[in-house]
C-alpha cells in the first residue's frame, strides 16, 4: 500500500473510509471521502433546521393571526369610538346652535314687535301732527321729526342698521347640518355663541328705540302743553271782550249729537293704558279743545275791515254832524276810497242787504252766538240777503250814502242787537293774531 504524501498546510491528511456490502457473492464496497460526510452532515442539519422552522410556523401561525385580528379590532373600536366622539361633538355644537338661533329668534320677535309699536303709533299721531300743524302749534312738514326721526342723531338710520347686523348674525356662521371632514378627524372647535354677539347688537339697538320712543313721548307732552296752553290764551282773550267760549265737552256732545251713526254703551275702565296712550289722548283733548276755541275765535270779527287806514270816527258819544248836538256813534268809521272794496271780517250768512236808515246802502252778517257787523254808507252792495260769505269776501263798495258827509264806512259790532265798540274786537284780534293762523296771516300784514 503506497503511503501519500503529508500535507504540508494542514497536516496529515485523514483516511478515507471504505463502505463494504456485501449480498450472497455480491461484494460491493464505496468509498466515503470527508467532504462527503460533511456534505451529508450538512444536508442533515439543513432539513432539521427547515423542518424545526416549519413546525414552528405552523404552531405560531394561529397565535400571529389572532393577535394581528385582535390588535385590527382594536384599532377599529378606537377608530369608532372617536368617530362617535366626534359625531356627539357636532352634535352638541349643533343643538347649541340651534339654541342660540331660537334664542335670537325670540329676541328678534321682541324686536319686531317693538317697531311695529313704533309704526302704529305714527300711524296715530299722524292725525294729531296734522290737526297740530293746522293750529299752529308746528311748522309744516315737522311731523318726520316729531315722529321720531331725530335729525343728525340719525337714530332711524342706527335702528336701520342694528336690524339690518341682526340679520347677518342670523345668516352667519356653519348650517345646523354641517359636519368635520372625516378625511382628518380634525377636532371641531365650538364656534362663538350667536346669542353672545346679538346681545351687543340688541342693547344697542333696543337702546335706540328706546331713545325714539322716549323722544316721540317728550314731543307729544310738549305739544299737549303748548295746545293747553294757547286755547288758555285765547280764551282769556276772547273772555276779556265778554264773548263765552263754548267747552269741549259741549262741542263734542254737539257734534255727536248731529253725527248720523249712534253710537253707546256701558262705560268700561280702558286696560293697559302705558304713558304714551295716556300722552296721545291728553294731546287729542288738548287739541280738540284748541280747535274748539280757535273755530270760535275765527268765526267772530276779530278782524280789522280797514287796515293800515285812518279811523275818521270812533265809537262812543260825539257830536253829531248833521245836528251839532251830542249823540252815540254806533260804530267807528275808517276812511275809504270811493268804489274801494268792503270786506268781511269773519265768515257768517248775510241778513240784511240793502238801503237802511241813516246807514244807506247797508250789509249785516250774522256770525252765530249773538254777534253780528255792520257795513254801512257803502255805494253798491255785493251780497244780498241769504248768502253766506266767508271771511275777506267783498260785501259792497265803498261810498257815501245815508247820513255821511264824505266816503268812509260806517263799522258796526253788535252783541245781540247791542252795539260794541268795534276796537275791543280789533285789539283782542291783534293778540290773537300769534294764536290763530287765519287771524295772523291777515293781522300780521294788515293790522
Same mark, same amino acid.
Given at each position: 500500500?503506497?503511503?501519500?504524501?503529508?500535507?504540508?498546510?494542514?497536516?496529515?491528511?485523514?483516511?478515507?473510509?471504505?463502505?463494504?456490502?456485501?449480498?450472497?457473492?455480491?461484494?460491493?464496497?464505496?468509498?466515503?471521502?470527508?467532504?462527503?460526510?460533511?456534505?451529508?452532515?450538512?444536508?442533515?442539519?439543513?432539513?432539521?433546521?427547515?423542518?424545526?422552522?416549519?413546525?414552528?410556523?405552523?404552531? *405560531?401561525?394561529?397565535? *400571529?393571526?389572532?393577535?394581528?385580528?385582535?390588535?385590527?379590532?382594536?384599532?377599529?373600536?378606537?377608530?369608532?369610538?372617536?368617530?362617535?366622539?366626534?359625531?356627539?361633538?357636532?352634535?352638541?355644537?349643533?343643538?347649541?346652535?340651534?339654541?342660540?338661533?331660537?334664542?335670537?329668534?325670540?329676541?328678534?320677535?321682541?324686536?319686531? &314687535?317693538?317697531?311695529?309699536?313704533?309704526?302704529?303709533?305714527?300711524?296715530?299721531?299722524?292725525?294729531?301732527?296734522?290737526?297740530?300743524?293746522?293750529?299752529?302749534?308746528?311748522?309744516?312738514?315737522?311731523?318726520?321729526?316729531?315722529?321720531?326721526?331725530?335729525?343728525?342723531?340719525? @337714530?332711524?338710520?342706527?335702528?336701520?342698521?342694528?336690524?339690518?347686523?341682526?340679520?347677518?348674525?342670523?345668516?352667519?356662521?356653519?348650517?345646523?347640518?354641517?359636519?368635520?371632514?372625516?378625511?382628518?378627524?380634525?377636532?371641531?372647535?365650538?364656534? &362663538?355663541?350667536?346669542?353672545?354677539?346679538?346681545?351687543?347688537?340688541?342693547?344697542?339697538?333696543?337702546?335706540?328705540?328706546?331713545?325714539?320712543?322716549?323722544?316721540?313721548?317728550?314731543?307729544?307732552?310738549?305739544?299737549?302743553?303748548?295746545?293747553?296752553?294757547?286755547?288758555?290764551?285765547?280764551?282769556?282773550?276772547?273772555?276779556?271782550?265778554?264773548?263765552?267760549?263754548?267747552?269741549?265737552?259741549?262741542?263734542?256732545?254737539?257734534?255727536?249729537?248731529?253725527?248720523?251713526?249712534?253710537?253707546?254703551?256701558?262705560?268700561?275702565?280702558?286696560?293697559?293704558?302705558?304713558?304714551?296712550?295716556?300722552?296721545?289722548?291728553?294731546?287729542?283733548?288738548?287739541?280738540?279743545?284748541?280747535?274748539?276755541?280757535?273755530?270760535?275765535?275765527?268765526?267772530?270779527?276779530?278782524?280789522?275791515?280797514?287796515?293800515?287806514?285812518?279811523?275818521?270816527?270812533?265809537?262812543?258819544?260825539?257830536?253829531?254832524?248833521?245836528?251839532?248836538?251830542?249823540?252815540?256813534?254806533?260804530?267807528? @268809521?275808517?276812511?275809504?276810497?270811493?268804489?274801494?272794496?268792503?270786506?268781511?271780517?269773519?265768515?257768517?250768512?248775510?241778513?240784511?242787504?240793502?238801503?237802511?236808515?241813516?246807514?244807506?246802502?247797508?250789509?249785516?252778517?250774522?256770525?252765530?252766538?249773538?254777534?253780528?257787523?255792520?257795513?254801512?254808507?257803502? &255805494?253798491?252792495?255785493?251780497?244780498?240777503?241769504?248768502?253766506?260769505?266767508?271771511?275777506?269776501?267783498?260785501?259792497?263798495?265803498?261810498?257815501?250814502?245815508?247820513?255821511?258827509?264824505?266816503?268812509?264806512?260806517?263799522? &258796526?259790532?253788535?252783541?245781540?242787537?247791542?252795539?260794541?265798540?268795534?276796537?275791543?274786537?280789533?285789539?283782542?284780534?291783534?293778540?290773537?293774531?300769534?294764536?290763530?293762523?287765519?287771524?295772523?296771516?291777515?293781522?300780521?300784514?294788515?293790522?
Amino acid at each position: 500500500m503506497t503511503t501519500k504524501p503529508q500535507n504540508r498546510v494542514f497536516g496529515k491528511q485523514k483516511q478515507c473510509h471504505t463502505i463494504i456490502v456485501a449480498s450472497g457473492d455480491t461484494v460491493r464496497h464505496m468509498t466515503v471521502r470527508p467532504w462527503m460526510a460533511a456534505l451529508a452532515v450538512c444536508l442533515i442539519g439543513i432539513f432539521s433546521i427547515g423542518y424545526l422552522l416549519a413546525t414552528s410556523y405552523l404552531v *405560531l401561525r394561529d397565535d *400571529l393571526i389572532g393577535a394581528t385580528m385582535a390588535r385590527q379590532a382594536r384599532m377599529q373600536y378606537d377608530y369608532e369610538d372617536r368617530i362617535a366622539a366626534l359625531r356627539a361633538q357636532v352634535d352638541r355644537v349643533t343643538s347649541r346652535q340651534l339654541l342660540d338661533q331660537q334664542v335670537v329668534e325670540k329676541k328678534v320677535d321682541k324686536l319686531m &314687535e317693538q317697531q311695529q309699536a313704533l309704526s302704529s303709533r305714527h300711524g296715530k299721531l299722524d292725525a294729531l301732527l296734522d290737526r297740530a300743524e293746522n293750529s299752529g302749534l308746528m311748522e309744516k312738514g315737522a311731523n318726520a321729526a316729531t315722529t321720531g326721526n331725530r335729525g343728525d342723531k340719525g @337714530d332711524h338710520a342706527e335702528l336701520t342698521g342694528g336690524l339690518k347686523a341682526i340679520e347677518t348674525l342670523l345668516s352667519s356662521g356653519k348650517p345646523a347640518d354641517a359636519t368635520p371632514d372625516n378625511s382628518t378627524l380634525a377636532y371641531v372647535p365650538a364656534p &362663538e355663541t350667536v346669542a353672545d354677539r346679538a346681545d351687543r347688537v340688541f342693547s344697542r339697538v333696543t337702546l335706540s328705540l328706546k331713545h325714539i320712543e322716549q323722544d316721540q313721548l317728550t314731543r307729544v307732552q310738549r305739544l299737549t302743553t303748548g295746545a293747553a296752553d294757547t286755547a288758555d290764551n285765547i280764551q282769556s282773550i276772547m273772555q276779556n271782550v265778554g264773548i263765552k267760549v263754548p267747552t269741549v265737552t259741549a262741542s263734542v256732545a254737539s257734534k255727536d249729537a248731529n253725527d248720523d251713526e249712534g253710537v253707546g254703551g256701558p262705560y268700561v275702565a280702558p286696560e293697559n293704558v302705558d304713558q304714551f296712550e295716556q300722552s296721545m289722548a291728553d294731546l287729542d283733548t288738548a287739541l280738540t279743545r284748541l280747535e274748539t276755541v280757535r273755530g270760535a275765535a275765527e268765526s267772530l270779527p276779530f278782524r280789522n275791515p280797514a287796515p293800515g287806514k285812518l279811523i275818521t270816527s270812533p265809537f262812543g258819544n260825539r257830536k253829531d254832524p248833521f245836528f251839532g248836538k251830542l249823540a252815540l256813534h254806533t260804530g267807528t @268809521d275808517f276812511h275809504f276810497s270811493p268804489g274801494e272794496k268792503v270786506k268781511a271780517t269773519a265768515p257768517g250768512k248775510v241778513v240784511s242787504a240793502g238801503w237802511t236808515g241813516g246807514y244807506g246802502n247797508m250789509v249785516e252778517i250774522d256770525h252765530g252766538d249773538g254777534i253780528s257787523t255792520r257795513y254801512g254808507h257803502m &255805494e253798491a252792495l255785493l251780497v244780498k240777503a241769504g248768502d253766506t260769505v266767508k271771511t275777506g269776501d267783498a260785501v259792497g263798495l265803498a261810498g257815501s250814502t245815508g247820513r255821511s258827509t264824505g266816503t268812509h264806512l260806517h263799522y &258796526e259790532v253788535r252783541e245781540n242787537g247791542h252795539p260794541i265798540d268795534p276796537m275791543y274786537f280789533i285789539n283782542a284780534g291783534m293778540k290773537l293774531a300769534s294764536y290763530i293762523n287765519g287771524i295772523g296771516t291777515i293781522s300780521a300784514r294788515e293790522l
